[in-house]
């Protein structure tokens, strides 16, 4: 994330959190152009994440981790 100068690639801001562009579902996990390409992640801060998911609610089934990494079914 370097290469961004660790600032949010949407507003500017500080950057937080890495963000898969195509979102991570248990059919494209295992795909590591998907799931660790550096062409689908996007380093955003907290609002910038919180507004690209608020879109994405409901728009699909996504997948979630807990702290260990381990999928959490919902």
């Known amino acids: 994330m370097s290469s961004v100068g660790y600032l ?3 507003c500017g801001e500080i950057g937080e959190i890495v963000h898969h562009k195509i979102p991570l579902t248990e059919e494209n996990l295992n ?3 998907i799931s660790l390409g550096s062409d689908n992640l996007q380093l955003v801060c907290r ?3 919180k507004r690209i998911h608020d879109e994405l609610d ?4 996504r ?3 807990d702290e260990n990494g381990n999928i959490i079914p919902f």
């Open 8 to 10: 949010c690639e949407i």
């Open 58 to 61: 409901g728009k699909g089934r």
């Open 47 to 49: 609002s910038c994440h």
């Open 31 to 33: 795909n590591t152009k």
């Open 63 to 65: 997948i979630i981790f």
